[in-house]
């Protein structure tokens, strides 16, 4: 199978969805009114959503497996404030969250990637990757909006320091 120009399977898959995939894909006939859906919490992770969407498993572990069955090398699942799952073809990774006072998530996924991406075209390892990124994502929550609530490089390698979570390389 083919998608666009890249062939099946990728080497990383990433699994996140916008809030707006994630209320699309829910069954019309569970859907609460708007009214309702504005004033509650969604129940299921946005990645959750993704996962489920991709490989029709309702657990993150489950469908990361199973892609990672499917031929990809890794597939990362944000898990909010869980932190982060890698799952490689011989092993499965928890990365923890870091603790920060969140008033909005509006942008963590996409802090989270673009830390992500960041950390990769750096050379460093996808684990020591994840670990900046959720660094990113978690500082971007205690900010509200998208691009105001972005942090900053110096941000980001800030809180790696004062929360040391484990680095590889």
Known sequence: ???GSASWPPRLVVVRAPLALAKTIASSRDRPSAK??????????P???????????????????????????AVV???AERGALLTRTD?????????????DATAAGDAFNGA???????GRSLEDAIVFANAGGA????KRGAQDALPTRTEIDALCRQQR????S
């Open 1 to 3: 199978m083919r998608v």
């Open 77 to 79: 699942v944000t898990l």
């Open 139 to 142: 500082l971007t929550t205690t």
């Open 165 to 168: 979570h484990d680095l590889t």
């Open 47 to 73: 990645a959750a959503v993704a996962s489920t969407a991709l490989t029709g498993l309702t657990d993150a572990g489950a469908a990361a497996r199973a892609l990672v069955e499917q031929g990809v090398r």
């Open 36 to 45: 309702a859906q504005a004033k509650a919490p969604l129940k299921a992770s």
């Open 91 to 103: 092993r499965a990774r928890e990365f923890p969250a870091y603790a920060v006072k969140a008033v």
């Open 116 to 122: 992500l991406a960041c950390a990769l075209a750096e």
